[in-house]
């Protein structure tokens, strides 16, 4: 019996402003992406298809995700 193998399923995101793209292994939630990229809660916009998520919100395998971040400058 011939075993296959799978690779676990990855999300595919977008860093903004920073103009990067990373492929990571998908977390259940928006909050669990956040976390693995270390990013702080409120200080990013998370955008699939053109709509906000929110941070209980499922990342789904395979999806494209943009992670604005939003802090200010000042």
């Known amino acids: 019996e ?3 193998f799978r690779a676990p ?3 595919t995101v977008r860093l903004e402003p920073a103009g990067r793209e990373v492929v990571v292994p998908r977390p259940k939630t ?3 992406l956040l976390k693995a ?3 702080r809660r409120g200080t990013a916009l998370v ?3 053109g709509g906000l998520l929110t941070q ?3 990342v789904l395998p395979g999806d494209v995700i ?3 971040i939003v802090t ?3």
């Open 56 to 58: 209980d919100r499922e």
């Open 2 to 4: 011939e075993k296959t």
């Open 72 to 74: 200010s400058s000042g």
């Open 30 to 32: 928006v909050l669990m």
């Open 37 to 39: 990229l270390d990013i």
């Open 47 to 49: 955008i699939r298809d």
């Open 66 to 68: 943009t992670v604005k």
């Open 9 to 11: 399923p990855t999300v």
